[in-house]
């Protein structure tokens, strides 16, 4: 959108850019998809760090791009 003000003898232009998309937010995986996709990656082994914490960081990272 261009707006254009005439004030005497100036002219001042104002350009106004609105992105094109807007990013969408994060949400986190619920139970039920969790349990799809642990059914997937269990091996039944002790883990150190919760797979689902690690999972919902790669999605967020791949969803919002930072």
């Known amino acids: 959108m261009v707006k254009i003000f005439v004030v005497g003898k100036?002219?001042?232009?104002l350009?106004?850019?609105?992105p094109k998309f807007?990013?969408?937010s994060f949400i986190e995986l619920t139970n039920s998809q969790w349990q799809?996709?642990?059914?997937?990656?269990?091996?039944g082994r002790k883990r150190?760090?919760?797979l689902r914490r690690i999972f919902?960081?790669?999605?967020?990272q791949t969803?919002?791009?930072?």
């Open 63 to 66: 969803r919002t791009g930072g």
């Open 48 to 50: 150190k760090y919760n």
């Open 56 to 60: 919902d960081a790669l999605l967020k």
């Open 36 to 43: 799809i996709i642990e059914n997937l990656i269990y091996n």
């Open 15 to 18: 350009a106004i850019v609105k």
């Open 10 to 13: 100036n002219i001042n232009i």
């Open 22 to 24: 807007k990013r969408a």
